[in-house]
């Protein structure tokens, strides 16, 4: 197994992962490496989410209209 050395980490940083770890009763360690497993390994293409929103797009109903988000936007400012 490979060593991984950072220098320079930001404080708030360090503290926050070390909360994390400790929350999830692991290590400093093996909660960085969990972190950078997911980091790595999750895939994060444009295909896929286009395809996660035609699957959402799907669950809707033909016959119902839907608002659009424009509007609710321009709506939510105006408050």
Do not use: C, F, G, Y
Request: a negative charge; aromatic letters at 2%.
């Amino acid at each position: 197994m490979a060593t991984l050395t950072l220098h320079d980490i930001d404080d708030r940083l360090v503290e926050t992962l070390k909360a994390r770890a400790e929350a999830n009763a692991r290590s400093v360690e093996a909660e960085a490496e969990e972190l950078l497993s997911r980091a790595v390994e999750t895939p994060s293409s444009a295909p896929d989410k286009w395809e996660t929103a035609r699957r959402i797009a799907a669950m809707t109903p033909k016959d119902v209209t839907q608002t659009d988000s424009v509007l609710m936007l321009r709506e939510d400012r105006e408050r």
